[in-house]
């Protein structure tokens, strides 16, 4: 089967602009988990969809949000950049169906880079 | 929520040492802990999960224990190689999420 798949893979915005980046997951996983991967804070959990709908959030403010759609493709937009937006944003599948307790499978990710 | 603390952040290790990484976590209803190695420039990679029902796992060079009482689950490499120079996360489920420590960077020197 072909990876978890992200685009673009690189981004350079400016602050204030908005990006949006795409996740196609593992053909039939239905779950797709986003994550913010900065130097020191490790991967920190944004949000989980499944079957287009979203079942848990991370700690993140609201300019950050997501969507999903019925092929399972995943979609985050975020809204009015800041330059702390800097960082690798890497989305995950899964099969979904175990709530978090299953193997999760990572994307390359999409380097953002504020200016 | 639920917390993932992990150490040490950096460990240097000489070729052939065994490494060990610690984590503990705070969600007592946590019952998956999987780990993850992600080597320079590229994605993370599952090398090894463990669930609550089993104390300890191996694979090959590579295992992980469990303490349910203690809500704390370590890593350990043994014979370590320059290729295990990466940067490994632990994690542990909640309902619908994984929640990952900040990371352990291992440098192996031959």
């Known amino acids: 089967k072909a990876g978890v798949t992200q685009t673009p893979r690189y981004l350079i915005k400016t602050r204030g602009q908005q990006v949006t980046l795409s996740c196609s997951p593992i053909s039939g996983h239905r779950s797709v988990s986003w994550y913010q991967q900065t130097p020191g804070q490790g991967l920190q959990f944004l949000f989980e969809y499944f079957s287009e709908t979203q079942r848990n959030k991370g700690n993140f403010p609201g300019r950050f949000s997501g969507r999903q759609f019925s092929n399972s493709r995943s979609e985050m937009n975020v809204s009015t950049l800041e330059l702390g937006d800097s960082a690798l944003y890497l989305c995950a599948s899964s099969s979904g169906g175990g709530y978090g307790q299953e193997t999760q499978y990572f994307g390359p990710g999409t380097r953002l880079l504020v200016l | 929520g639920e917390n993932v603390e992990q150490h040490p952040s950096t460990l240097s290790v000489q070729e052939g040492d065994s490494a060990v990484i610690k984590c503990t976590y705070s969600d007592s209803a946590s019952n998956y802990f999987p780990w993850y190695k992600q080597e320079l420039g590229k994605r993370p990679q599952l090398i090894i999960d463990?669930?609550?029902?089993?104390g300890e796992k191996k694979d090959q060079r590579i295992a992980v224990t469990l303490n349910k009482t203690a809500k704390h689950f370590s890593l350990h490499i043994t014979e370590t190689q320059p290729e295990d120079s990466a940067v490994y996360f632990c994690a542990a489920s909640t309902r619908t999420a994984l929640i990952f420590g900040k990371g352990t960077t291992l440098s192996v020197s031959s």
């Open positions: 463990i669930r609550s029902n089993v």
